[in-house]
Nanobody
Framework: QVQLVESGGGLVQAGDSLRLSCTAS????????LAWFRQAPGKEREFVAA????????YYRATVKGRFTISRDIAESTLYLEMNSLKPEDTAVYSC????????????????WGQGTKVTVSS
């Protein structure tokens, strides 16, 4: 099975930057899509960004496009989410997820999940 472990969350102020990491272990990701989701207090989990492992093709939620960058390091088997110009609305628990095949935006389409890392953005 795929195992995913997130890190890098913390408390920052609006306008700051933060870089999240998701280290993977298990099978090859050559045919996988990996994604970041987030869940704010009292709200449903929502899609943030995703990347195809083999060619690094990406897709972003409209509200984060231009501020967030998803990337992967093949040698380190690590997924990243660089978050810039953070806003209080970005406060949430961020989780990485993996699925076989193409990028999807629905959480239920992903089969493997990390434990999540909390990001708090103060105003």
């Amino acid at each position: 099975q795929v195992q995913l472990v997130e890190s890098g969350g913390g408390l920052v102020q609006a306008g700051d930057s933060l870089r999240l990491s998701c280290t993977a272990s298990g099978p090859t990701f050559s045919s996988y899509a990996l994604a970041w989701f987030r869940q704010a207090p009292g709200k449903e989990r929502e899609f943030v960004a995703a990347i195809r492992w083999y060619d690094a093709s990406t897709y972003y939620r409209a509200t984060v496009k231009g501020r967030f960058t998803i990337s992967r390091d093949i040698a380190e088997s690590t997924l990243y989410l660089e978050m810039n110009s953070l806003k209080p609305e970005d406060t949430a628990v961020y989780s990485c997820a993996a699925r076989t095949g193409e990028i999807h935006t629905l959480a239920r389409s992903y089969d493997y999940w990390g434990q999540g890392t909390k990001v708090t953005v103060s105003s």
